[in-house]
Every structure is written in structure tokens, then in C-alpha cells.
């Protein structure tokens, strides 16, 4: 199993671009997230899912979209970059049992100039 | 406002020194209360922690949870200079089984030689 994949891994945007993170994990976990974490602090969840077709905000959604069309896909848009988007973009899946736990990629790093 | 709090920040020790690094929390409807390592990408699963006084032990590691306090230690014995990373306490709260987790900001943990 390659775990949970995040494309790219760094990138840089320009003010008012758009973009896709993209995040796909081959466990069949139902239960995705997205977070953001800002340097030297912890995660911030931007966005879950519980399944296809379902997806809600977490505690920083604004400026961010999400869909979720298959189990193993969760991609995460940013429509119009600010600099207060420049962070590093972590996605992750679990089981939906509870007491299991996360298991994050390995982050994109985005840069909004 | 679900929060969770880590101290301290930041730590310098040598190696062989043990280190207790604290994690509190104030949550609706506490799940459980997870420790992850983070070294510069993402974060690995260190202990799930679900029961009071139960301590949770790997290797040279090991946590353990207060429920009535509402706090959570780690605790690192003869330290190497591989545990010199970032050391995140995350709590899952709330009602339904959606496994969304609150993270700490983060201890800083570095061990010189």
C-alpha cells in the first residue's frame, strides 16, 4: 500500500491563482481530512469526509473547497490564493471505527506570493 | 471553544535527560487523546489514549491520561538525539463518530549531543 499520496509537494502561487491539492489513499479508509499548519504551530482542520459525497467544514474553511466523488480521492481547491493561505497542506484518512487512528501524507508546501 | 493547550513550547536538553512534556484540554464530549512526532513532515502515531491512569509505554516512551484533570503527559527517558523533533497532543471531541481532531500548538523538542 503507498498510505496516503499528496501531489505536489511544493508550489508556488501567485495572488488570485487557483489551484488543486490533490490527496488519494489506497486503504479504502471512509474518513478523510485536510488540515493547514502554519509555521510552529499545530494542525488546523480545513475540511472532513465521511464518505463519498459527503464533506463539511472543519475550523478554517473559508477561502477553500472540497469534494469527494470517490472513496479514495479528496482534493482540496483554493479558488482565489491570498498570502494567508502560504502554509503547508496536510491530508489524511482513517477508518471509520472509532480508536483508530489518522495517517497523514506527507503535506504540500504552498507558497502564495 | 474546544481547545487544547501544550507546555512547554519548546525544550533544550542533552541526551540521556528524561523530559515530560504536558498537553491539557478542554473539549465537549472528549473521544480520546492522541501523541504524535512530527519530524519536519508529516505527523507518526506515537499513543491513542482513551482511559484514565492506564499508561501507555513504547520503548523509551510513554503517556498517560487524566480525565478529571483534563491533561495528558509524555514522557521521553534516556533521550537520543533522534527524538529532537516536534511533539503534537491532539484530542478528539464531540458528538458523532466523525474522528476530527483538535491539535495542540506543539512541544519543541531539541536534544544535543
Known amino acids: 500500500n503507498a498510505g496516503v499520496t499528496q501531489t505536489p509537494k511544493f508550489r508556488i502561487l501567485k495572488i488570485g491563482q487557483s489551484m488543486t491539492l490533490q490527496c488519494t489513499q489506497d486503504?479504502?479508509?471512509?474518513?478523510m481530512y485536510w488540515y493547514r499548519q502554519d509555521p510552529g504551530m499545530g494542525l488546523k482542520l480545513i475540511y472532513y469526509?465521511?464518505?463519498?459525497?459527503?464533506?463539511d467544514k472543519g475550523e478554517v474553511p473559508n477561502g477553500y473547497n472540497v469534494s469527494r466523488s470517490t472513496t479514495e480521492d479528496f482534493p482540496l481547491r483554493l479558488e482565489l490564493a491570498a498570502p494567508s493561505q502560504t502554509s503547508v497542506y496536510f491530508c489524511?484518512?482513517?477508518?471509520?471505527?472509532?480508536?483508530?487512528?489518522?495517517?497523514f501524507g506527507p503535506g504540500t508546501r504552498l507558497l502564495v506570493l | 471553544e474546544d481547545k487544547v493547550v501544550q507546555s512547554p513550547l519548546s525544550l533544550v536538553v542533552h541526551e540521556g535527560d528524561t523530559v515530560t512534556l504536558n498537553c491539557s484540554y478542554e473539549?465537549?464530549?472528549?473521544?480520546?487523546l492522541l501523541w504524535y512526532k512530527q519530524e519536519k513532515k508529516a505527523p507518526t502515531f506515537l499513543f491513542m489514549l482513551?482511559?484514565?491512569?492506564i499508561e501507555k509505554k513504547s520503548g523509551r516512551l510513554s503517556s498517560i491520561l487524566d480525565k478529571k484533570e483534563l491533561f495528558s503527559i509524555l514522557n521521553i527517558t534516556a533521550t537520543q538525539t533522534g527524538d529532537s523533533a516536534v511533539y503534537l497532543c491532539?484530542?478528539?471531541?464531540?458528538?458523532?463518530?466523525?474522528?476530527?481532531?483538535?491539535f495542540g500548538q506543539g512541544t519543541t523538542l531539541q536534544v544535543k549531543p
Open positions: 482513551t482511559s484514565s491512569g
Open positions: 489524511a484518512s482513517k477508518m471509520r471505527q472509532s480508536q483508530e487512528t489518522q495517517y
Open positions: 486503504m479504502n479508509h471512509n474518513y
Open positions: 491532539a484530542v478528539e471531541a464531540g458528538s458523532g463518530n466523525t474522528g476530527k481532531l483538535i
Open positions: 469526509s465521511v464518505g463519498a459525497g459527503i464533506t
Open positions: 473539549v465537549t464530549n472528549f473521544r480520546s
